[in-house]
């Protein structure tokens, strides 16, 4: 059973990839690598122990999609392609809303025209890689599915607006069934350290730049806000393995596949780490020392974020397994073994 993966070569959709192998089913990569690596196709193969099938082209134009659905007939489509860093949002807002919310309009279309045509394949099926930065700031913790949506940035703006439109499709169009999960944080590599999460250019999340300075080629991090209110007042976040995360993933194509209605699940561990802890574990999982230094707060960024992940639990039968010290020691492994990652 094929199933797609927009955006496939990236971070987690790679992982994802391998997952799926993994769980019986045949993943089919779409990318463009414009935010990823085709080095990555080559370490896909080697996981899974034969080549994994490419289409190369981008989520905004239409009719090619169609035409990759008609070839493949995916039983359905996980969709990942987009741009995702928070900061960058902020300064290039219009960039975010293009690439995120008319890639997502263009693939949704594709599908419509392909099953709901004439000779429709089976009902359309999707994953949407969304977000917990939906929530915006919220008053309390652990955040559940049913908390109030607001957003503090334009990434979360366009995670949201697709997320309407979701809603949208499938209040017109019964036959669609979506699975949208809200990631928390996601962190950590393929414990084989051929796959992982090499960034173009600075890193924009915690972990990796943190292994960059680890692995020697940043000299240091920089914390940005030790004032929040918090216990050590740095921003407390839900980590969640990558592995777990992918793993969620085939758990919620199951759920559709055996006929689950449309749901909206977080995907977290429920428990929360400071960027400080992060360091000091990630100092224990290297070896390395990693010097910090403490800058201004960046705007979009909040205090506190953590799951409430038991719908998950209950929905898909899911639930993350790996801790802070299997993330920091599988993301050490992976930027260890290839420290310009995969330009190495």
Request: hydrophobic share 45%.
């Given at each position: 059973m094929k199933i797609l993966l927009t955006g496939g070569a990236g971070y987690i959709g790679s992982h994802t990839a391998v997952a799926l192998h993994e769980a019986g089913f045949e993943p089919v990569v779409l990318d463009d690598f414009s935010?990823?690596?085709?080095?990555?196709?080559?370490?896909?193969?080697?996981?899974?122990?034969?080549?994994?099938?490419l289409e190369r082209g981008s989520v905004l134009?239409?009719?090619?999609?169609?035409?990759?659905?008609?070839?493949?007939?995916?039983?359905?489509?996980?969709?990942?392609?987009g741009v995702k860093a928070v900061g960058e949002s902020v300064a290039q807002p219009l960039k975010y809303f293009r690439i995120n919310i008319e890639g997502a309009i263009s693939l949704l279309r594709a599908?419509?025209?392909?099953?709901?045509?004439?000779?429709?394949?089976?009902?359309?099926?999707?994953?949407?890689?969304?977000?917990?930065?939906?929530?915006?700031?919220?008053?309390?913790?652990?955040?559940?599915?049913?908390?109030?949506?607001?957003?503090?940035?334009?990434?979360?703006?366009?995670?949201?607006?697709?997320?309407?439109?979701?809603?949208?499709?499938?209040?017109?169009?019964?036959?669609?069934?979506?699975?949208?999960?809200?990631?928390?944080?996601?962190?950590g590599a393929h414990p084989s350290g051929l796959i992982g999460e090499d960034p173009a250019g600075i890193p924009n999340n915690l972990m990796p730049y943190v292994a960059q300075v680890a692995v020697g080629r940043r000299p240091s991090l920089t914390v940005f806000g030790n004032d929040y209110p918090t216990p050590d007042g740095t921003g407390q976040r839900d980590y969640i393995h990558v592995q777990d995360l992918a793993e969620g993933h085939v758990a919620a194509l199951r759920a559709l596949l055996a006929g689950t209605g449309s749901f909206t699940v977080n995907l977290g561990t429920g428990r929360p780490s400071s960027v400080l802890e992060v360091v000091r574990a990630f100092e224990q999982a290297s070896g390395r020392p990693v010097p910090v230094q403490i800058g201004p707060r960046r705007p979009g960024?909040?205090?506190?974020?953590?799951?409430?992940?038991?719908?998950?639990?209950?929905?898909?039968?899911?639930?993350?397994?790996?801790?802070?010290?299997?993330?920091?020691?599988?993301?050490?492994?992976?930027?260890?073994g290839n420290p310009q990652g995969y330009a190495d």
């Open positions: 935010n990823s690596h085709p080095a990555v196709m080559d370490r896909l193969a080697r996981l899974t122990g034969r080549p994994v099938a134009d239409t009719e090619w999609l169609e035409g990759v659905l008609r070839r493949h007939a995916p039983a359905a489509v996980v969709h990942f392609a599908m419509e025209s392909v099953h709901l045509g004439p000779q429709p394949p089976g009902p359309p099926m999707l994953v949407f890689s969304g977000s917990a930065t939906v929530y915006g700031d919220p008053a309390r913790m652990p955040i559940t599915e049913d908390f109030p949506l607001s957003h503090t940035n334009p990434y979360a703006h366009s995670k949201r607006v697709i997320e309407e439109m979701l809603q949208a499709v499938c209040l017109a169009q019964p036959l669609w069934r979506v699975g949208v999960l809200r990631y928390f944080n996601p962190v960024d909040i205090a506190r974020c953590w799951a409430d992940p038991s719908l998950a639990e209950r929905l898909l039968g899911w639930k993350a397994r790996l801790g802070l010290e299997a993330m920091c020691a599988d993301a050490w492994r992976w930027q260890s």
